[in-house]
């Protein structure tokens, strides 16, 4: 099931599978997110629920017993219920079951709410906590945009400009987890130069981070102004030579290299108490003046 929401100067399209947006256009029919070509990567813009990035030996630990679950979690690969949709606004959900109890055991309702005003698209993921105990949760957005966006600049004038600078060390997948190591930021004066050298070694991981919104495009073009101010960390990434680049706004990350606790003690998690419900939002804003 795919729904199409539009305003006059955007279209947007999203599935049942994953509640995964799958296409963004501006008002001249221009696509502006990655086509999921599996000769890179099949994915577009999944929703990375109950946990962001991989868990140590692909189990958590909850009250001392091991459940196996997988990188990004599970909401990505599920199918979720379209419970309200019009011309410019849907909600899809998703609720706790056996499956998802085997692999993460807290009864929860996951809400995902696209709705579009203009050029902005804004998306909002509400994590209700169903239980009767504290439920430990982390949210990503994993939006891939096309590199170089459809407006004429060439890809190597393509660059991500940050709210503030950023000059705290930034992190490094190693075996899927977080390292320990930091490496000095690649950005300077607030600016991220993009070129694929930087994503040899995976992504890019602000731990740390300032800003809570960034510009990408090239001086001078049309850019994309990507907004999370809920989201306190941010994952860039790419596979060298595709046509894609991810800005990720995230609420935790992987675990630590060495981390070895509860899911509820890992770093990024947020505690959702019983009753009570987690909003994290981003919104896209095409700006067809440029950066």
Known sequence: MIVTLSSPRLQAQVSADGAELVRLQDEQGRDLLWNGDPAFWAGRSPLLFPVVGRVRNDRIRVDGVEYELPKHGFARISRF?????DSSRCL?????DEKTLAQYPFPFRLDVAYAIEEATLTIAAS?????NSAMPVSFGFHPAFRWPLPYGA??????????HDEPAPIRRPVD???????DPTPVQDGRLALRDSLFVADAIVFD?????SVSYGALGSGSIHVEFPDMPHLGIWTKPGAGFICIEPWQGHADPEGFEGELAGK??????????????TMSITINNAGL
């Open 176 to 182: 899927g987890l977080l390292s320990r190591q930091a």
């Open 208 to 212: 740390q981070l300032r800003s809570r």
């Open 267 to 280: 770093p990024g998690i947020v505690l959702v108490q019983p009753g009570e419900t987690e909003t994290f």
């Open 154 to 163: 060439p890809r190597e004038a393509h660059e991500i400009c940050f709210e």
């Open 92 to 96: 899809f959900r998703l609720g706790s």
């Open 81 to 85: 219920e379209a419970a309200e949709t």
């Open 127 to 131: 994590a209700t906590n169903t239980g």
